[in-house]
């Protein structure tokens, strides 16, 4: 398995509370990226990281932030999580067209 | 703005047969990847297989193989000699590659259920 942690694993917060996941990597790969699944939409991107401090938005970005200050961290950040955010959500690593992408276990997040 | 389509939410096939699961997509780019990932009941997203627009021949790794027809702009999957392991949701993938864009954009899945 590739060394792709997140955490946590479970989480159930409500409306309105800041809500922080985070991924790590222990391969150094320069691309990370956030996904979220949902039933009936697949996997949509969004945020993903090409760098320390360099990130772009994906289709789904709006109500979520992301940092990387370090190579091996990847946070997604909900500012005021909403019943819509109630998803699972997938940390993934390497470069999505030219490597293989390797994902995380996956964080269920249920917003009440 | 691409997108992938997946006609078959569900399919099933008995094991050692072959099936194949169908992905469409829709796009203005010339070059692109495309890509079939498994997700097992573990949840763990998986890559099968990959294909480069501008080759010609059909990717294959050992008992999946793709049929891609770039003018119909599809992109098919071929499991043959089916296995129980093989149950899983399959997503299609498509992403450009110039532009510098790295967002891979997924179909909506094919859940596969594999019958002893």
């Known amino acids: 398995d590739a060394g792709i942690t997140q955490s946590p694993r479970h989480k159930v917060t409500e409306t309105g509370t800041p809500v922080t996941l985070r991924c790590h990597q222990t391969?150094?790969?320069?691309?990370m990226y956030w996904y979220r699944q949902d039933p009936g939409h697949g996997l949509r991107l969004i945020h993903y990281?090409?760098?320390?401090?360099?990130?772009d938005k994906g289709e789904v970005s709006d109500g979520y932030s992301v940092s990387r200050s370090k190579t091996e961290d990847f946070l997604l950040t909900l500012e005021s999580a909403t019943s819509s955010q109630t998803s699972v959500y997938f940390c993934?690593?390497?470069?999505?067209?030219?490597?293989?992408?390797?994902f995380g276990p996956g964080t269920r997040l249920t917003v009440l | 703005a691409q997108t992938v389509t997946q006609s078959q939410p569900e399919m099933s096939v008995q094991e050692a047969e072959t099936v194949t699961l169908s992905c469409t997509y829709d796009?203005?780019?010339?070059?692109?990847?495309l890509f079939w990932y498994k997700q097992p009941p573990s949840r763990q997203m998986i890559l099968v297989i990959r294909?480069?627009?501008?080759?010609?021949q059909n990717a294959t790794e050992n008992r999946f193989s793709v049929n891609f027809q770039k003018a119909a702009k599809s992109f098919s999957l071929k499991i043959s000699d089916s296995q129980l392991g093989d149950t899983a949701m399959y997503f299609c993938?498509?992403?450009?590659?110039?532009?510098?864009?790295?967002?891979?954009?997924f179909g909506k899945g094919t859940k596969l259920t594999v019958n002893p």
């Open positions: 993934a690593i390497g470069r999505a067209s030219t490597d293989t992408q390797y």
């Open positions: 391969e150094n790969h320069r691309y």
């Open positions: 990281s090409y760098g320390v401090k360099d990130t």
């Open positions: 796009t203005s780019e010339s070059n692109y990847y």
């Open positions: 294909q480069e627009a501008y080759k010609q």
């Open positions: 993938a498509f992403i450009p590659s110039q532009g510098g864009s790295e967002k891979l954009v």
